[in-house]
Each structure stands twice: as C-alpha cells, then as structure tokens.
C-alpha cells in the first residue's frame, strides 16, 4: 500500500483541526454554563453573614470559589459544600445545569421556598443534603430522575404533601431522610419518615423495595397494624428505627437483617401480651454488630432473653416497661462494651449477678419496680457508672460501700427496698452526686453522718421513711443548692424546715 496521498492528508488535518475545535467549543460551552448556573445559584442568595461566597467572582476561576469542587480533566463541577453557612435565599432552578454534579451539601442553613423539579436533571447525583432548612411545599417527583441517588436527607424542614411513589425507583437508595416535616398520606416502601404524620398499616413489601437501603425509620408517626415478615428482605439494613408508632403483634424473623446495628422498636403495642413474644430476639444471633436495642414500652412477654449475651457489640440494651420475667444471667458479664442497661417496669427476679461488676464501661444501670432481692453485690463498683437504680425491689442487707467507689455517679435511687444498717461513709464521698439520692422506704438506722455537707452539688435528698435518729447535722446547711429535701416518716423528731424554708416534708 502507498503512502497517502498529500490531499488526503489535507482532508484528514483539516477534519481533525475541525474535531479539535468543535471539542474545545463544547468544552467551553459546557464550562460556561457550569459558570452561569453558579451565578445563579449565588443571585437566589440573600444573605451571606459569614461571607462565604465572597470569592464567586470574575478575579477566580469557579473552581477555586469557596465549596466548588470539579473533575481533575474536564474541570466540571462535581461537587457543591454550602453545608453549616447560614445562608438565607432559596435554591436557584439553574442547579439543574449542573450536570457533573455528585455531591449536593445545603444542610444547616436556612434556605426557603421549594425544591426545584430541575433538580432530576442531575442524573449523576449521589449526595444530596438539604436538611435542618426551612424548605416548603413537595417532594418534586422528578427527583426520581436523579437515578444515581445514594443518600438523600431532607429532615427537619417543613415539607408537605404526599411522598412521590417515583422514588421507588431510585435502585441505589441506600439512606433516605424526610423526618420532622408535615408529610402525609400512605408510606412509600423505603424512607426515614420519622416525625410526620402518617397512619395506616406498612405495606406488606416493604422489605422487597429499594434493596440497597441501610436505614429505615418511621419514628412517631401513627401506624398501626404489623411489621411485615417482609422487612428482613432488607438485608442491607444497618438501622431501623419503627418506634412510637401503633405497632402490634409479634414481631418476625429478622434473620436477614445480618449487618443491622441498631434496632429501635421502643413505645408501640408489640408482643400483645403473649407468652413468647420475645424470640424473635433469637433470629438476630447473626447480627454481629448489634450495638442498640430498644424494645422498650411495648407488651412484650417472656423470660429475660439469654441469647443477648451473644451480642458482644452491644452498647445499648433497654426494655423497660414490659411484662419480662425470670433471671438477670451471669453472662451478662460478655457484654464487655455495654454502657447503658435498663430493664426497669418488669417482673425479673432472682439476685443482681456478681457478674455485672465486669461491666466496666457502664454509664446507667436502672434496675428499679422488679420483683429483685438478695443483697446488692458490691461488685458494683463502676467508676463510669453515672445513674443507679434499684428501687422498688426486694433488696436486703446493707448498703455496700463499694459504690462510694463511682466517683461519677449524678443520681443514686435505692429507695423502697428492705436495706437495713447504716449509711456507709463513703457515699457521701460521691461529690459528683447533683442529681438526687434517694434512701427512702428503707429500714435504715442511726444518725444522718455529718459527711452528708460534702454532697455540695445535691439537688435531692429523701432519707424519709427510715428508722433514722438523732440529731439533724449542722453540715447540711454546706448543701447550698440542695432543692428537696425529705425526711419524714419514722425520721428525725425535730422539724428541720429551717434548712430549706418551703420546702415539702414533715417533722
């Protein structure tokens, strides 16, 4: 084959040059209207208090201004931080023109009006943060538009209207965040609703949709009826938080939800009161990363469940004001990173195990209105222990000095339980002690220590009720912010009102 021939090499670099020079006219095209749409953006701004969008101006190149972020190549705007501001305005239309955009950041600011429908041009947007804003009317349907949606987080504004269905579509979903708003209407299958108003019952597939979703959340809004069997086809799911709702029945097998990490099923109706309805519990056995569970204030019935002893992660474990019996199990001690344990309004019985000493990083441990006894074990000596509660047990035998050891402790109830003896000394080196202590409905004896005026930051102190006797200690007058104060019953025989003026008690 012979060289090419000179005219066909003039057409072939006059094609090129022609190629070349349309490419750098659209490219300049498109830079242009990344510029424009920019401008606009900053025209909708009515006040700027911090004087971030100073440097949008002609002396920079946009993709240095303040929050732009653009592709390394084609220097197209891929990403907008306006995030924590405190801009006033609305959101330009034009943020539609911005078609490399990944990452819209508005939260925390106070940006009015509605979401522009031409926000479902942006087809390459992953990240779009528009929460803790003044945001009104609805959810623009052509949002759905935006297929390549990840996250979108809209709570705390004051949105309303229905939930467009079309974002069932958004397959990549995996968070999405509408809470505190005025949405009304049926529920769409995936999205944090939590804080708004809607009724009714969760639609049967709820888990089947969106299965790339990690958190699902209908917190205080008004369903009623079952969770469906469906919601552990949601096997992504890390959160899921249905609570303070009008929730019933037994909740289901969630032995999909394997990456969950927290589960919030407080404040509903669930369990109904029958025998048995906490095994579900034992469905999670293979969710490692367990760290929140709150099935408090529901109907739950059975005996304490041991398989929580699995969930080496847990942080948090509630189940107050429910119908659980049987026994607090020595392996609770396996819950090494456990800091809050309350189980408070039940029917447990048996003895605190020894065990919960093991419990190191223990902040709260309410205990209180079971049906406990034995003595208090003074293996509780938790130095980050903050609250402690065993009132309305059975409790018997002195109080263990050990606890004078949790210097943290703000609040100290061991009120109504069948404790005799003294009052140990070293209580009263509890000087972080600021939110009440509480001994009343005790059997206790003696005199009120004289230590007692080194509790200086005690708000409450109800000694009534007791066998105490003596003389009242001049000491408690250094108690200076001290606001209630009881000590009547089979108490003191002199009136101690000089110490607090008007404050409620008897002689």
């Known amino acids: 084959m012979g060289l090419p021939s000179k005219h066909f090499l003039m057409v072939l670099c006059a094609t090129s040059l022609f190629c070349y020079c349309l490419q750098s006219s659209l490219a300049g095209y498109h830079l242009e209207t990344d510029h424009l ?41 891929t990403g907008l931080d306006l995030q924590s501001s405190k801009l006033t305005g609305s959101l330009s239309l034009h943020v539609g023109n911005l078609s490399f955009l990944k990452q819209l950041q508005l939260q925390n600011n106070s940006f009015t009006g509605s979401i522009p429908s031409e ?29 390549s949606l990840v996250v979108l987080d809209g709570s705390n504004n004051r949105l309303k209207g229905r939930i467009p269905p079309e974002l069932g579509s ?19 299958p995936s999205l944090d609703l939590g804080e708004n108003h809607f009724d009714g019952s969760l639609p049967s597939n709820v888990g089947n949709m969106l299965p790339n979703l990690r958190y699902f959340s209908i917190h205080n809004n008004q369903f009623t009826g079952l969770i469906p069997s469906s919601i552990s086809n949601a096997s992504k799911l890390e959160i899921l938080q249905i609570s303070s709702n009008k929730l019933q ?27 048995g309805s906490l095994n579900f519990v034992s469905s999670l056995v293979n969710a490692t990363n367990l760290n929140v569970l709150d099935l408090s204030q529901n ?54 195990p020894l065990s919960i000493g093991n419990l190191h990083y223990l902040e709260e441990l309410d205990l209180s209105f079971n049906r406990l006894s034995g003595y208090i074990p003074s293996s509780i ?20 000095p050990t606890i004078g050891h949790c210097k943290y402790l703000l609040a100290l109830d061991l009120s109504y339980n069948n404790l005799t003896g003294g009052k ?50 001049s ?30 008690g008897s002689s």
Not at 45 to 67: K, Q
Not at 310 to 327: H, K, P, Q, R, Y
């Open 37 to 77: 749409a920019l401008l606009e953006i900053k025209a909708k701004i009515t006040d700027d208090p911090l004087g971030v969008m100073r440097s949008w101006n002609d002396t920079a190149f946009f993709c240095e201004w303040h929050g732009v972020t653009c592709s390394h190549r084609h220097k197209r705007v």
């Open 119 to 147: 926000i479902g041009n942006l087809h390459r947007l992953q990240y779009f943060s528009f929460s803790d804003n003044l945001f009104q009317g609805e959810i623009p349907e052509s949002i759905s538009g935006c297929s």
């Open 170 to 188: 958004l397959s990549k979903l995996q968070i999405l965040q509408l809470s505190i708003n005025n949405l009304t209407g049926t529920i769409p």
């Open 249 to 275: 029945g037994q909740v289901p097998s969630l032995e999909k939800l394997v990456m969950l990490s927290e589960l919030l099923l407080f404040d509903n109706f669930l369990g109904s009161g029958q025998v």
């Open 299 to 352: 109907s739950f019935k059975g005996n304490f469940p041991r398989i929580i002893c699995s969930f080496s992660m847990l942080t948090t474990f509630v189940i107050d004001n429910n119908m659980i019996g049987g026994e607090i199990p020595s392996c609770i001690e396996n819950l090494a990173d456990l800091q809050l344990f309350n189980v408070w309004g039940n029917q447990l019985s048996g003895v605190i």
């Open 381 to 400: 000596d938790l130095t980050k222990l903050s609250v402690l509660s065993l009132s309305a047990n059975s409790f018997e035998g002195h109080i263990p």
């Open 424 to 473: 140990p000394p070293e209580l009263f080196n509890l000087f972080a002690l600021s939110t009440a202590l509480y001994l009343n409905g005790n059997n206790l004896r003696g005199p009120l220590p004289s230590e007692v005026g080194k509790l200086s930051n005690l708000g409450a102190l109800d000694v009534s009720e007791n066998m105490l006797s003596g003389e009242i200690p």
């Open 475 to 504: 000491t408690l007058s250094s108690c200076v912010v001290l606001e209630s104060l009881f000590m009547g019953g089979k108490c003191f025989p002199r009136c101690y009102s000089s110490y607090l003026g008007d404050s409620e």
